[in-house]
Nanobody, 117 residues
Framework: QVQLVESGGGLVQAGGSLRLSCAAS????????MGWYRQAPGKERELVAR???????NYADSVKGRFTISRDNAKNTVYLQMNSLKPEDTAVYYC???????????WGQGTQVTVSS
């Protein structure tokens, strides 16, 4: 089983920055995509950003130019640098890992990000 542990969430003022981290452990496969999803109250969980083993990235339109996803394969860790935060970014952020061969998903427990106005 794969374990994903997020950290770095918290409370920040609008315009501020946070950096989320997600460390993977357990039976991970090397060829995978890792990403961040978020879920705000009353809304569906949505993709924020994802990054492949080859570091090809994809972002939601709402965060393009503000968020940057990266990964350190040696540490089995994915990061999300969030700049110019807005109140609408407030949500629980979940780390995700998807294996390439079987498309199996693994999820972290989530970390709260709150942006005040």
């Amino acid at each position: 089983q794969v374990q994903l542990v997020e950290s770095g969430g918290g409370l920040v003022q609008a315009g501020g920055s946070l950096r989320l981290s997600c460390a993977a452990s357990g039976s991970t496969r090397s060829i995978n995509t890792m990403g961040w999803y978020r879920q705000a109250p009353g809304k569906e969980r949505e993709l924020v950003a994802r990054i492949t083993i080859g570091e090809v990235t994809n972002y939601a339109d709402s965060v393009k130019g503000r968020f940057t996803i990266s990964r350190d394969n040696a540490k089995n860790t994915v990061y999300l640098q969030m700049n110019s935060l807005k109140p609408e970014d407030t949500a629980v952020y979940y780390c995700n890992l998807r294996n390439y061969f079987d498309s199996r998903d693994f999820w972290g427990q989530g970390t709260q990000v709150t942006v005040s106005s």
